[in-house]
Structures are given as structure tokens and as C-alpha cells.
């Protein structure tokens, strides 16, 4: 008999492995960050392909093995839809998973993390990106433990500077900041 595991997470990133596989990164409500291997969702027939895409919230389960856990099933939640037909808060919400892939370790529970950016996800199809952003940032890196010093929690060059001081890489999305 086999183990399987329930979860709800935000898809943070994919990676085509090989011919029909995937292998997606998710931040989990109880788990914090995970990557499960996502069998044949690269074939034109998947049935589960449209429910994982990034940025979409799902509850799925997967199989445990004694490396990559498998997805056996998925069920959407929430895709998001709302901004996903505008270029800037699709790259808005690349860069708010990017941190969150970048700033947070594997299999470590971070409710708060999670709840964030579910919550800014929902909110950037409505909301000002500009001011969206530093606050995702600021409470991103204070729920995380990093301290903001004062005189950068405004400017967006320099948080981006900041940000990427802490993860010793540079931040693939940050363009979006200029």
C-alpha cells in the first residue's frame, strides 16, 4: 500500500522534465515549499495540465516515493484569473513567487508566507502595483525574520538591491521594478 498526502499550495515554478513531465514547486499551506513530479500533465490530452499552471492555488495529493513525490490529483482552487490577461501583474505576480521560491528553504511551514501571498495574488488584479509590491516585500521579509532598514522600505531599486543581498542571487523578475 502505498502513501499519499493531502496539501494546499500556490504553484511557485515548473520545470519540463522530460518528454510529458513536469516538476512544480509549490509553497503549501502546512508544508512550506515542495516539489512533486507531475507525470504526462505536458501531454496534449492531460486532463490536470490547465489546473497546473503558476500563481493557481490547488489542494492536491501526492504519492510518496523515495525521491520526487508523484501528483496523483489536483483540484483548483483558485486561478487568479483576474490579472492574468495584464502583462505588468502577470510580471508582478512572477516576481512575488520568485521571492518566495528565492527567500524561503524546502519542507519548512510558513502559514504566514502562505497566506500573504494568496492574499496579494487576490488582490493584484484590483490593487496598485507599484504599492502592492513594497508591501508584499516589506511583509515578506518581516514575517521572514529579515529587518528593513528604513531608508530602503520605499524605494523599490534599492529593496530589490536589498532583497537580492540576502539571497546572495540576482532576482530574475526584478525588471519589473524599474
Do not use: W
Amino acid at each position: 500500500m502505498f502513501q499519499s498526502e493531502k496539501a494546499e499550495g500556490i504553484v511557485l515554478k515548473r520545470i519540463n522534465f522530460s518528454e510529458t513531465d513536469r516538476i512544480l514547486t509549490f509553497f503549501t499551506k502546512y508544508d512550506g515549499k515542495i516539489s512533486v513530479l507531475a507525470k504526462g500533465v505536458r501531454k496534449i490530452t492531460s486532463k490536470r495540465a490547465g489546473s497546473v499552471e503558476l500563481f493557481n492555488n490547488l489542494v492536491f495529493f501526492s504519492h510518496k516515493t523515495k525521491g520526487l513525490d508523484i501528483l496523483t490529483e489536483v483540484d483548483l482552487i483558485d486561478s487568479f484569473k483576474g490579472f492574468k490577461n495584464d502583462f505588468e501583474k502577470v510580471a508582478c505576480a512572477y516576481y512575488f513567487v520568485e521571492l518566495v521560491d528565492k527567500l524561503t528553504p524546502e519542507n519548512q511551514e510558513n502559514r504566514e508566507v502562505y497566506e500573504l501571498l494568496r492574499d496579494y495574488l487576490k488582490s493584484l488584479s484590483t490593487a496598485d502595483i507599484e504599492k502592492l509590491t513594497l508591501s508584499f516585500e516589506n511583509n515578506l521579509l518581516r514575517i521572514l525574520g529579515f529587518g528593513v532598514p528604513e531608508t530602503i522600505k520605499n524605494n523599490p531599486v534599492m529593496m530589490t538591491d536589498y532583497i537580492e543581498s540576502i539571497t546572495e542571487r540576482k532576482i530574475n523578475s526584478r525588471r519589473i521594478r524599474k
